[in-house]
């Protein structure tokens, strides 16, 4: 009904959501990773499945958990283990928000024993990882694509660039210059960059952030 319609505008939609760090092993003991939280992308997770949408959530190492029914989560460790989950549900969805902070590189080969300090200088060869959200940019059909863009310089010209090489409907412009804003904060400050424009928005908590963000995406659909 026209009702239901209006209240949860995402019923019907499958949303897949990366949040969270990658970890990229070095030796079975140790890792190269980030400061991300996890928490914009569970609180976008919590927030799709409130609006109606069936949510696929794909996360690295993160203490979140999530109890809701409508949110299937996945947890992965590696940038490769969060190409593979998010490739085997790039099908079925109709938007994906790739929220997590992915790891660039990673060692290029992984110690079977533990590294032992014996060494005066360790040099740990890197290479990239995938970059999982231009590839679902090849990939796409009819799915809506959303990025995140973590900028220190050159904002608005990096994210515009990311948005196009990345083939998505809009990136969210993270700002690392806000106070409480970024990673482990409950708070973000956020542009919407589109082929069409910017939206700049306050400083709010991230299940706000998590309610503009998808009210962007509700217009996508009825564009
Ligand atoms: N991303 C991804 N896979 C990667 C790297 C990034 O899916 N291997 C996604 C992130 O989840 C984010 C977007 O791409 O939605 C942009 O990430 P960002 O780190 O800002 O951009 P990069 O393309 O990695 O470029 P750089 O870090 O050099 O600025
Ligand atoms: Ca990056």
Redesign the pocket.
Known sequence: SRDLAEKLPLRGKTILI?AGP?YEAIDPVRFIGNHSSGKMGFALAEEAAALGAGVVLVSGPTHLDTKNAGVRLIRVTS?RE??EA?HEHFEEADVV????????YKPRVVAAQKMKKKDAVLNIELE?????????GEAKKNQKL??????TNDELK??KA?LK??N?DF??L?SMNEAGAGFKKDTNKISIVSPTGVKDFELKPKSEVAKDILNEVILLFNE
Request: glycine fraction near 2%; hydrophobic fraction near 60%; avoid cysteine.
């Open positions: 990366t990658t940038a969060m190409y998010v928000i790739a929220a997590a902070a992915v790891a660039d990239p990882t995938q970059d999982i959200l231009a590839s679902l959303i990025g995140f863009a973590l900028e990096n994210a990311k090489r990345k998505l990136i969210v993270n």
